[in-house]
Structure formats: structure tokens, C-alpha cells
């Protein structure tokens, strides 16, 4: 046996050769992009501890650091293409870039340049599917799934979001010449899950409580969809060992296990039943599925796992991007009153707008691209280098640098840096929607990600947005709650509190306190 002293100096020696070998590998990744300018860390920007720590110089860049910084970095580094090397829990070389060049390149090379799959396996919730999947077996599901985003579909999003917002209106505000909230989104995410339950699922949802449990359930669809929909951080987190120890958890594994049973009956009721038209999205799936024969179609899981894609991207990028969306207009009361003025002059009457219309409310689309520009849903889009290549980085000065870009590359397209760039965009910090009426840089507008991989619901995305958008702007003027506590704060800080974000599933604010006043 070996005495104390001897396996002290053993293990020392491992650890000190462990050491030695991270060390090397850490340079070699640094000089792999041939020393690139920008950080070079302790902690991998992705990783669990790299997450949970604060911005620390040299330590970990922190939680959310892309929406922060923005396009800071970039500005500091000369270049719109920086570096970012980690050395735990093993080296690792990533390349962010705000280049719309480089970005272009990197999305139309899907073989060059695939998505890293392996970092989208919490989205296995209920089966595999469009976004957690490369190759062939993308390929495949985006063959079933496009066709489910039809122009039929959209004019069903438009006219069921309509009778969504009428509901509110009607029955929930009612005859209140105010209506304040603590935080928006228990505005926003209710009409976004009536929205992707009646267009998404084909199942009417309404503000009246219809909390109807059928047989062999024990919750209602209702309940299940909104449960599924606010818990699933706590699901993907969580490991299923742990579901059951608080209550919460608890009725968050049945919502899950409920919906999956409601999806699982209804594929089996639509497969039975005689074909009835339909154009929502579980429907149309089921279709294209059934048309498509024996060797490529979905199985159940594959269906359900999709369908949940559709519903977890549908219902909260719409409910938080409108929720940034009326705080925006809630701070900027003239470009509130300039999109009010153009919806008036498109429907003076103030009728309900038709999906035909759709087209000429180019100011309330002008505003949501604007949020969504300073907004990205997803702050950070990351792919890999499938093989030894390059990028081309350029500046402010109109210079160019090639950077290598070796096999295994972590390649990221960080939307926050791209969309305020102030080499494409003016004045990038100021909230100003009219930059989208005239000529504006498509290359570097990427909140729908860009090229083969670009969302599919980014159609029915603008159409329940716009619907919802137009409707509210043109019945209610929008304003900040005010409160006692914050009495004399400038205007900076009110903006800098009520927009503050966290990151989520999508970019999710945190408490945006409003007011929405009937308009004569």
C-alpha cells in the first residue's frame, strides 16, 4: 500500500498534470482564431456556473450578457466579430458576431455551419422534433410541418385573435375607463394562449371560466395548456426524480402529463372521424402526416412533440414581445399617437380590421419590428463549424479581417449585437419605428433567426401581433403605472426599470406595470 505522503504527491502530480494539459489546450483554442480579440474566461459562457455568476472580469461574462452589452464589445474590440475563450470545464473557442455578412454566411451553409443539437435536448419534453433536430430528420419534419403555416391559417390566427380581443374588451374590461395591471403579461399571455389554443390546437378558449374536467382527466385542457406553458422552465430544469417534491412541481408534472393524454385523444378522434376541413395547426399536421405514406410520416410522439414546439415558440415570444411592445409605447406617448393616428386613418370608423387589411397597417408592423429589433426573442442563435473554415469580420472604418474558424467552433449570432449596430442601424438605442417604412437592412433584422433554418410560424407570429397590436392601440391609450415609491425618477430610470429582462425560453420581462385608459 502505498503511505500517506506518497498519495499526496501522487495525487498532486495528477492534479498538477490535469492542470497543465487544460492549460494548453485553453491557448491552443485561443490561438486556434489566431488570438482574436475579445474575452477570455474562466467559466464556458453556456455552462451551468457560467450562467449563475455575475459578469466578473476574467471569471464568467454572466447571465443575459449579450442583451446587456449589446453592441459594446464589438465597439471595443474594433470588430464585428469577437472571440470568446473559456477554460472550464474544458476550452472551448466561440465566435459572436454582429457582422450581417458573416451572419448571412453562416445561415445559408447549413453543412458548414449546423445547429448544435445536442444543446436543445431539454426540448425533448414530449418527443423529438423540428427545432432539436439536423440533417434528414429535420428535413422530414419540416416537410410535414410547413405546410401547416398556410394562408388559411393565418386568416384563422386574425379572425380568432379578433374575437379573443373582443372578448377582453367586452367581457373582462367591460365598461372600466381604466384598466391597470402589476405587470403585462397577465395581460399578454392569456390572449396568446386562447390565441395557440384555437389556432394552434383547434380548441376554443375563453375569458369566461370553463373549467370543465371530462372523463378520465384531471384537468381541464385549459388549465393544462396554461400550466404546461408558464411551468416548462421549471420542467426542462428539474429532473424528473424532483417533480414531486412541492405542490408546484407536482401540478406542473400532471399539466404535462394531461396535455400529452388531451394531444394523445386527439390524434386518435381526428384519425377515426370522417375528414372535416380544418386549418389549425394540429389538424393540418395530422394531414400532411397522413398523406405523406408509410416510410416518412410522424409517429404520435414525433406529432406531439412538434405540436408542443409550436405551442411553447407561439404562445411566449408573442406574449412577451407585446408586452415590450406596450411598454415601449407606454414611454414613447408620441410614437404611441402616431401609430393610433395611422390605424384611425385605415379604419376611421373604428370598426373591427379585416385579415385583408392586414397588409396596410404598415405602422403597427413598424413598431413590432422595432421592439422585436431591440427585443430579439432570442438573444443568441448558436451553431458550430462542421469544418476547418473562415470568416470575414468587418468595422466601422469599412476594414476587413479573415478569422479562421477551425473544426468545432462554437459559432454564435448574437441578435442583440447585430440589431444595434450602428453600422446598420441609425441611432440604435432610440425606439424609433419609422426606420422600418422606407429601405431598411434585412440582413440585419434576425429575430426569426435567418436562412433555411428561419422560423416557420414567423407568418402567423406577425398576424396574431398585429391583430392584437391594432386592436388595443386603437381602443385604449397605453401609459406607465404610477407609483408613489418611484415619485421622482427621471425618464431614464423609469425606462431602465420597467424594461428590465431577464433570460428565459425567449427574453422575458420582468414586472411592467401599466395602465390602459378607454379612448373617447
Known amino acids: 500500500m502505498l503511505d500517506t505522503n506518497t498519495s499526496i504527491i501522487l495525487l498532486s502530480s495528477i492534479t498538477l498534470l490535469v492542470f497543465i494539459r487544460k492549460v494548453v489546450a485553453f491557448w491552443q483554442a485561443i490561438w486556434s482564431i489566431q488570438n482574436h480579440p475579445g474575452y477570455r474566461t474562466i467559466f464556458y459562457q453556456a455552462g451551468a456556473i457560467g450562467n449563475i455568476l455575475p459578469p466578473i472580469r476574467g471569471i464568467a461574462l454572466g447571465r443575459n450578457h449579450?442583451?446587456?452589452?449589446?453592441?459594446?464589445?464589438?465597439?471595443?474590440?474594433?470588430?464585428?466579430?469577437?472571440?470568446?475563450?473559456?477554460?472550464?470545464?474544458?476550452?472551448?473557442?466561440?465566435?459572436?458576431?454582429?457582422?450581417?455578412?458573416?451572419?448571412?454566411?453562416?445561415?445559408?451553409?447549413?453543412?458548414?455551419?449546423?445547429?448544435?443539437?445536442?444543446?436543445?435536448?431539454?426540448?425533448?419534453?414530449?418527443?423529438?422534433?423540428?427545432?432539436?433536430?439536423?440533417?434528414?430528420?429535420?428535413?422530414?419534419?419540416?416537410?410535414?410541418?410547413?405546410?401547416?403555416?398556410?394562408?388559411?391559417?393565418?386568416?384563422?390566427?386574425?379572425?380568432?385573435?379578433?374575437?379573443?380581443?373582443?372578448?377582453?374588451?367586452?367581457?373582462?374590461?367591460?365598461?372600466?375607463?381604466?384598466?391597470?395591471?402589476?405587470?403585462?403579461?397577465?395581460?399578454?399571455?392569456?390572449?396568446?394562449?386562447?390565441?395557440?389554443?384555437?389556432?394552434?390546437?383547434?380548441?376554443?378558449?375563453?375569458?369566461?371560466?370553463?373549467?370543465?374536467?371530462?372523463?378520465?382527466?384531471?384537468?381541464?385542457?385549459?388549465?393544462?395548456?396554461?400550466?404546461?406553458?408558464?411551468?416548462?422552465?421549471?420542467?426542462?430544469?428539474?429532473?424528473?426524480?424532483?417533480?414531486?417534491?412541492?405542490?408546484?412541481?407536482?401540478?406542473?408534472?400532471?399539466a404535462f402529463s394531461e396535455l400529452q393524454r388531451y394531444m394523445s385523444e386527439m390524434i386518435r378522434d381526428r384519425q377515426a372521424s370522417e375528414k372535416v376541413e380544418r386549418f389549425d395547426l394540429f389538424s393540418s399536421l395530422l394531414d400532411a402526416n397522413n398523406e405523406d405514406g408509410d416510410d416518412s410520416a410522424l409517429t404520435e410522439s414525433e406529432l406531439i412533440g412538434n405540436i408542443f414546439i409550436f405551442l411553447l415558440a407561439g404562445h411566449e415570444t408573442t406574449a412577451h414581445t407585446l408586452c415590450f411592445t406596450f411598454g415601449m409605447l407606454a414611454l414613447y406617448r408620441d410614437e404611441q399617437e402616431w401609430l393610433y393616428q395611422h390605424i384611425r386613418s385605415v379604419i376611421p370608423d373604428g370598426r373591427v380590421p379585416k385579415y385583408e387589411e392586414m397588409q396596410l397597417f404598415t405602422h403597427s408592423m413598424a413598431v413590432f419590428y422595432e421592439t422585436l429589433r431591440m427585443f430579439p426573442p432570442a438573444a443568441i442563435i448558436p451553431k458550430c463549424s462542421a469544418e476547418d473554415t473562415t470568416l470575414v469580420a468587418g468595422n466601422q472604418h469599412g476594414e476587413r479581417k479573415t478569422i479562421p474558424v477551425p473544426k468545432g467552433t462554437h459559432v454564435v449570432i448574437d441578435g442583440s449585437g447585430l440589431h444595434y449596430n450602428p453600422r446598420y442601424w441609425e441611432d440604435p438605442h432610440a425606439f424609433r419605428p419609422s426606420r422600418f417604412l422606407g429601405d431598411w437592412p434585412r440582413d440585419a433584422f434576425v429575430p426569426f433567426s435567418a436562412g433555411a433554418r428561419a422560423c416557420l410560424g414567423r407568418r402567423f407570429f406577425e398576424t396574431e401581433g398585429i391583430a392584437i397590436l391594432t386592436m388595443l392601440v386603437s381602443k385604449y391609450r397605453i401609459s406607465v403605472k404610477e407609483e408613489p415609491q418611484f415619485a421622482n425618477e427621471t425618464f431614464e430610470a423609469r425606462k431602465e426599470r420597467i424594461l428590465r429582462a431577464r433570460p428565459g425560453i425567449t427574453l422575458t420581462p420582468i414586472r411592467m406595470p401599466l395602465v390602459f385608459t378607454r379612448r373617447d
Request: a neutral charge.
Open 66 to 254: 449579450t442583451f446587456i452589452n449589446k453592441h459594446k464589445v464589438y465597439s471595443e474590440v474594433g470588430w464585428d466579430i469577437y472571440g470568446a475563450i473559456s477554460f472550464w470545464p474544458q476550452a472551448t473557442a466561440s465566435l459572436m458576431l454582429a457582422d450581417a455578412s458573416a451572419i448571412k454566411e453562416v445561415t445559408s451553409s447549413r453543412a458548414r455551419f449546423p445547429k448544435p443539437v445536442e444543446q436543445y435536448g431539454a426540448l425533448l419534453v414530449f418527443g423529438r422534433n423540428i427545432v432539436a433536430s439536423e440533417g434528414d430528420e429535420w428535413k422530414k419534419y419540416r416537410k410535414i410541418s410547413a405546410p401547416a403555416f398556410s394562408e388559411r391559417n393565418n386568416k384563422l390566427v386574425w379572425d380568432e385573435t379578433v374575437k379573443i380581443m373582443n372578448g377582453l374588451f367586452d367581457n373582462v374590461w367591460g365598461k372600466q375607463e381604466q384598466v391597470t395591471t402589476d405587470h403585462c403579461v397577465e395581460i399578454t399571455l392569456p390572449i396568446a394562449l386562447f390565441v395557440i389554443g384555437v389556432a394552434g390546437f383547434g380548441r376554443s378558449i375563453s375569458w369566461e371560466e370553463d373549467s370543465a374536467i371530462p372523463p378520465g382527466h384531471k384537468l381541464s385542457f385549459k388549465d393544462a395548456l396554461h400550466i404546461v406553458s408558464t411551468g416548462v422552465i421549471a420542467k426542462i430544469i428539474v429532473p424528473d426524480w424532483a417533480m414531486g417534491m412541492t405542490s408546484h412541481l407536482r401540478e406542473i408534472r400532471l
